[in-house]
């Protein structure tokens, strides 16, 4: 565990401790103390120092590892590792760094910040905000890396319902391949790495940023318009810990399927949740515009597309800029 979770562990009862009591408890310097307490200060926490010692605003919602494992009811995901940050660049940059290291599956990477999350295509991802949740998990199935985008599916299928558990009353819906969508506006984004040896996949990361209690005033200009989070649309702030469970045990459950052979009850969920079967379309695919019916996706998660001219497309990567 590193210092500044110690710290913020200490504090999460939210009562006034002296720095010298919490060099004791944790067995960090109190110099040391004093000074992980300004950076957590400047990087945003709300923590009082007065003369009666040092305390955590009531209002601080921590994912702090110690919060998530409580009453979490998996056996891989968030059982093993858990590399908690209060601020780190990329929790997938950490994970296939950790990874590559020897981590096992179901390691959990978490930050309350990301100075420079990714996002797909090379993208950004806005990662600013405390309220929003950023996490990647560690998978080593054996896979050969065309089945890949499976894991982002079944990823997307989980977040899907781990979400709808909570906000039971949005239209929530799953956008081709792995964006989560509220009223048209994007609420969640996948992100999937792997590393691969001789056609084997020897890992996987799987990156999800959920726009949970995210401040859309706080959003930067250019996707302000096109991005929106669960408390925004519900009008309701749920514990990020409480997403996070959810979305785990979910994610486990689909997991189990996958490695039984029933990827098939996922890919009907995803249709299901997609809403995209038989719906006529409007692609980008490799720079050009097809118009075409979707027909299913297969068990790669190649989307299923007939074109206008009756051309069959199984397409991989591509976006989808209108449905009707
Ligand atoms: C997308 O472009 O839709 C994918 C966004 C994925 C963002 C998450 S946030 C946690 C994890 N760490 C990253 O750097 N990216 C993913």
Redo the contacts with the bound molecule.
């Keep these: 565990m590193g210092k500044k979770e110690k710290i913020l562990e200490f504090l999460y009862d939210k009562a006034f401790h002296t720095p010298a009591e919490i060099a004791k408890k944790t067995g960090i310097p109190e110099i040391e103390v004093k000074n992980d307490i300004s950076e957590l200060q400047e990087s945003g926490y709300k923590i009082e120092v007065t003369g009666n010692g040092v305390k955590l605003h009531e209002n601080e919602d921590l994912i702090l590892p110690s919060s998530l494992q409580k009453g979490l009811k998996t056996d891989i995901f968030g059982k093993r590792e858990i590399h908690y940050f209060p601020e780190t660049d990329?929790?997938?940059?950490r994970g296939e760094e950790l990874a590559a290291a020897g981590s096992p599956e179901g390691t959990l990477i978490i930050?309350e910040k990301?100075t420079?999350?990714?996002?797909?295509?090379g993208?950004s991802?806005y990662?600013g905000s405390r309220g929003g949740l950023?996490?990647?998990l560690i998978l080593r199935p054996e896979l050969t890396p065309s089945q890949v985008q499976g894991i982002t599916l079944m990823a997307a299928v989980a977040a899907f319902e781990a979400l709808i558990s909570i906000y039971h009353n949005l239209p929530i819906l799953i956008k081709w391949p792995?964006?989560i969508l509220i009223n048209g506006k994007?609420t969640a984004?996948?992100?999937t790495t792997m590393e691969s040896r001789e056609s084997e996949v020897s890992h996987i990361v799987v990156?999800?940023?959920i726009n949970v209690n995210t401040d859309t005033g706080s959003l930067p200009g250019e996707i302000r318009d096109i991005a929106t989070s669960l408390s925004h649309e519900s009008e309701k702030k749920h514990s990020r810990v409480e997403v996070l469970r959810a979305f785990l045990e979910s994610f486990e459950k689909k997991y189990r399927l996958f490695r039984e052979g029933r990827f098939s009850v996922i890919l009907d969920e995803w249709i299901k949740y997609s809403g995209l079967s038989g719906k006529r379309v409007e692609m980008i695919i490799k720079g050009k515009k097809i118009k075409g019916t979707v027909t299913g996706i297969d068990k790669n998660g190649y989307l299923q597309v007939r074109s206008s001219n009756g051309i069959q497309y199984d397409v991989i990567s591509g976006e989808i800029i209108k449905i009707k």
């Design positions: 990329s929790t997938n940059t930050a990301q420079a999350g990714r996002g797909r295509s993208r991802w990662s950023y996490f990647s792995n964006d994007k984004g996948i992100l990156g999800l940023g």
